[in-house]
């Protein structure tokens, strides 16, 4: 076709419906006439070029692809698509693709087409594809976990097909139950795995299990074997149709297991519960858990008033108690009886005997008994006021004995029984028995040796 013989009106009209932007040219390369094709091309503003150079329109990297296109030839039958790029009014860039046709009376035509469509279409292309592979390295990575743990799993695991019973994939366990080193069991009716009696069994929990989509449990033997298995099925569904998940377990392991768990549960509720109060810590004494009666003695209305707090601030002598405590239970050895006070949350104090053990498992924790002194002093009050007075056959004494030397030996004695009892409390830890009793060490050592309660020739160390 000869475009030379078109009248360059009637080329531009034509072209105006087919192209998206079409342009009407001199020999110079002034652009004299703009028709456009979309809505697109309007924001580009290409009215205003009318009167312009075509190659002060673009970027500087594309004036020599226009330079290029300002050189066709009347007669050239090879039309070349060249990418150029204008800037827009926003200050981004429009791709457009052109070729050029000269026409009669010294004139170009311009056709171009918006490349934005085909961009945007090539950049959903590359967001796919890179989803795409994202979700193929998840699904490898899911795949990749699932063949550890199936493979891995001590209990006997068998992949079931729904539609005929075959066996689709069995595990190193399901292997050793069977005595199929061979992997022979892949392809077998399952039904067939089980002795004759149940495997009608074995079939209606599959049918139940698939009904119902809840994991279905029965009793049944192993072709040629003397010991019973619970076998626990459930169904799940993939491209190739629905399938068994199965698991065969020993009765007796699947019956201790269940009590393990209806034992923890019992334990739990009964420490909720307990009368005492009841605080679980780390070995830093950061407190995990508390009883209802722990909260109560403490002034608390939640868990989270000393959960995550140390149990030293909660104790009247901080730190001195809490370092008695301490290194009892990091010696593993119980605490039974300690006598101290707490500060409740009001301010308050309360006096009252902590019992403590070291745990082991499943983490090293402290596990504190904490009981209300309060209590039991006024539940006993009138007993104690009923018992003979321990200190009634002193008055006997009276006119014996001067009074001095009578108040000199009971001081005495109540003295070196709170020496005594410090000592026990603190496993023999002189420096915790002195701040317990709010001596000094040289005093306490002094009256340790006015007791007889240490020698002169043992050494003055902290701990004996």
Not at 145 to 159: G, H, I, K, Q
Not at 224 to 246: I, K, M, P, Y
Not at 288 to 309: C, D, I, R, W, Y
Request: net charge negative; glycine share 6%; hydrophobic share 40%.
């Amino acid at each position: 076709m000869n475009f030379a013989d078109l009248e360059s009106a009637t080329f531009t009209k034509l072209l105006g419906v087919v192209s998206d932007v079409t342009l009407i040219m001199n020999d110079k390369g002034f652009i004299e006439d703009v028709s456009t094709g979309q809505d697109t091309m309007a924001s580009l503003g290409c009215q205003s070029w009318i009167g312009k150079l075509w190659v002060d329109t673009v970027t500087v990297e594309s004036r020599k692809k226009i330079n290029e296109l300002l050189l066709v030839q009347a007669d050239e039958q090879t039309l070349t698509w060249r990418h150029v790029n204008h800037p827009t009014p926003t200050g981004g860039e429009a791709a457009i693709q052109y070729i050029t046709v000269a026409l009669k009376g010294q004139k170009m035509l311009a056709v171009g087409r918006n490349l934005e469509r085909l961009a945007e279409l090539q950049r959903r292309l590359v967001e796919t594809q890179q989803s795409v592979e994202r979700d193929y390295l998840r699904l490898r990575h899911i795949e990749a976990r699932y063949r550890v743990l199936f493979e891995t799993s001590p209990e006997a695991v068998l992949m079931v097909d729904a539609h005929n019973y075959r066996l689709l994939e069995a595990n190193i366990g399901a292997q050793a139950l069977f005595k199929d080193a061979g992997k022979r069991l892949v392809g077998r009716d399952f039904r067939e795995c089980f002795e004759a009696d149940n495997q009608g069994e074995v079939q209606s929990l599959l049918r139940t299990a698939l009904a119902t989509g809840r994991i279905e449990l029965c009793s049944a033997f192993v072709a040629g074997s003397d010991s019973a298995l619970t076998v626990s099925a459930t169904v799940f569904r993939q491209e190739g149709g629905a399938q068994f998940l199965v698991r065969l377990t020993p009765r007796e392991a699947f019956a201790s297991t269940k009590a393990d768990t209806q034992s923890a549960a019992v334990l739990s509720a009964a420490m909720e519960h307990f009368p005492d109060g009841w605080l679980l810590t780390d070995t830093a004494g950061a407190v995990k858990s508390v009883n209802e009666e722990g909260m109560a003695l403490l002034g608390l209305t939640a868990p989270s008033q000393v959960v995550g707090q140390s149990l030293e601030r909660w104790l009247q002598r901080g730190a001195v108690d809490w370092g008695v405590l301490n290194t009892s239970l990091k010696q593993h050895l119980p605490v039974r009886n300690f006598a101290t006070e707490v500060r409740t949350l009001s301010g308050m104090t309360l006096p009252v005997e902590v019992s403590a053990v070291h745990l082991l498992q499943p983490e090293p924790l402290y596990v504190f008994f904490v009981r209300d002194m309060d209590r039991r002093l006024q539940a006993s009050s009138e007993a104690t006021q009923a018992l003979p007075n321990p200190f009634a056959e002193l008055s006997q004494l009276v006119g014996r004995r001067p009074i001095k030397d009578i108040v000199g030996e009971t001081v005495d004695t109540i003295e070196r029984m709170c020496i005594e009892a410090a000592l026990e409390l603190t496993h023999n830890n002189r420096a915790s028995a002195a701040e317990m009793l709010g001596l000094s060490r040289q005093s306490l050592y002094v009256k340790l040796r006015r007791f007889g309660i240490l020698s002169d020739n043992e050494s003055d160390s902290p701990i004996s």
